[in-house]
């Protein structure tokens, strides 16, 4: 069974998160699994992330994938395996 992913790379996480997430909504219902990762510390919280996500129908990941790379400061790669 062949898979459908995104991964995201967010280089400005606190500036950019909104921006992600309204894309990422819109798409919800087509996101199986979504795996979000940062550094964090008791002291700081990263400005960059990576988000790595399943989706369901491939012609809505290569929509969403679209629309996250208009948003500047964030990299993205479909990726089928």
Do not use: F, W, Y
Request: aromatic letters at 0%; one cysteine or more; charged letters at 25%.
């Amino acid at each position: 069974m062949k898979k459908e992913l995104i991964i995201v790379s967010i280089t400005k996480r606190l500036e950019d998160a909104v921006l992600v997430q309204k894309v990422l909504t819109e798409h919800g219902c087509s996101i199986k699994t979504r795996l979000g990762l940062h550094d964090a510390s008791p002291t700081s919280c990263s400005n960059t992330g990576l988000l790595i996500l399943e989706i369901i129908n491939p012609k809505d990941a290569s929509v969403m994938a679209a629309k996250l790379k208009k948003i500047k400061g964030v990299n993205v790669k479909a990726v089928s395996i």
